[in-house]
Nanobody, 118 residues
Framework: QVQLQESGPGLVKPSQTLSLTCTVSGGSITTNNYYWNWIRQPPGKGLEWMGAIGYEGSNHHSPSLKSRISFSRDTSKNQFSLQLSSVTPEDTAVYYC??????????WGQGTQVTVSS
């Protein structure tokens, strides 16, 4: 059974860089045709897809975040990470990592709350 777990700071100051890591267990992030996503949900709003890193290391970004977002992975630890620069209070949200395969989000982390505040 594949499980995902987000980790990172719960509080980030404005203008700083938010870094989150998702640890995958029970499966490999290099499994063919799987894409490892970051999705967030601001308070009172819907889910927003931020981007993904592919099984082969490809990066895919939401156009609205492309200038501020980057992804990385550590295959030895079976982890993938998100870096979001120049954060503002509008980046306050619950952040989820999720695995996409076979045309669906098959796996989700439980989510982690990130608050941007001074």
């Amino acid at each position: 059974q594949v499980q995902l777990q987000e980790s990172g700071p719960g509080l980030v100051k404005p203008s700083q860089t938010l870094s989150l890591t998702c640890t995958v267990s029970g499966g490999s992030i290099t499994t063919n045709n799987y894409y490892w996503n970051w999705i967030r949900q601001p308070p009172g709003k819907g889910l927003e897809w931020m981007g993904a890193i592919g099984y082969e290391g490809s990066n895919h970004h939401s156009p609205s975040l492309k200038s501020r977002i980057s992804f990385s992975r550590d295959t030895s630890k079976n982890q993938f990470s998100l870096q979001l620069s120049s954060v503002t209070p509008e980046d306050t949200a619950v952040y989820y990592c999720a695995g996409w395969g076979a045309a669906a989000f098959e796996y989700w982390g439980q989510g982690t709350q990130v608050t941007v505040s001074s």
